[in-house]
């Protein structure tokens, strides 16, 4: 790795995290930037516990939300258990989900059956909060190497001085909401009208925009017209 140029990204990335104008933007934002950033790395979420159920924050992909998924049911797995803090661990690097996982049986063959090869994460953390993990995947076994985990490392302090720099615990809590909003306006739409999940997207953004008002408020909206089903 060419660590000038990386040092380069990282101030880039910085300035971008400084850009976003919501919770939710900033964490995809991260998201996407460790699959840009770090070695390996196929696809990237951030997954939060909260009351001790698992919440996915960001993905990039659908090998992200089953995992997340699949984590918050079986209650174990790495992602889990790094925004729990379990053990203190703060980085976990697994070479071979297909080797046994002692920590979590049920967790690692079922990952393996999604086609995840090997993980990483990282906590988010500063001295006086925590705002979940982020976590890597490849199809690959082997894929993440200690140069990839110093990498992610760096971008996970980064991203998590810029998260509490500017935003509260509370704020992301309202972030899930607004997103989980969206999820649901998504879902009307697509059953309404036949369309698939980035068209629906595309049409609640069109509406945001035309009428300047935010996608929150949008979504929200469809959902109260939406009838009630019995």
């Known amino acids: 790795m060419d660590w000038r140029d990386f040092a380069e990204q990282m101030a880039d990335l910085a300035r971008r995290l400084l850009a976003q104008d919501s919770p939710a933007a900033t964490l995809d ?5 460790a699959v840009e950033l770090i070695d390996g790395c196929e696809a990237a979420g951030i997954l939060a516990v909260r009351k001790g159920r698992a ?9 992200v939300e089953e995992s997340d998924r699949l984590q918050g049911e079986l209650g174990e797995g790495p992602c889990f258990d790094a925004a729990r803090r379990v053990n203190g661990d703060r980085v976990f690097r697994i070479p071979d989900l297909g080797a046994p996982q002692p920590d979590w049986p049920r967790y690692a063959p079922a990952a393996r059956e999604l086609g995840i090869g090997s993980m990483m994460g990282f906590l988010l953390y500063t001295d006086d909060q925590d705002f979940g993990a982020l976590d890597c995947y490849s199809s690959r076994p082997g894929a993440f190497t200690q140069e990839s985990e110093t990498a992610g490392w760096l971008l ?9 720099g500017a935003r509260t615990v509370d704020q992301l809590e309202h972030a899930l909401e607004t997103r989980h909003a969206i999820g649901e306006a998504m879902g009307i739409l ?29 979504a929200q909206n469809i959902r109260q017209k939406a009838p009630h089903k019995p």
């Not at 934002?29 to 930037?33: M, N």
């Not at 919440?55 to 090998?63: H, I, P, R």
């Not at 595309?202 to 935010?214: E, T």
């Open 156 to 164: 996970a302090s980064h991203a998590a001085v810029a998260l509490a």
């Open 55 to 63: 919440v996915s924050l960001a993905v990039t992909g659908q090998m």
């Open 190 to 218: 697509r059953e309404r009208h036949r369309l698939s999940e980035e068209d629906a997207f595309a049409v609640l953004r069109r509406i945001s925009q035309h009428h300047n008002v935010k996608l929150r408020d949008v």
């Open 29 to 33: 934002e991260i998201a996407s930037a």
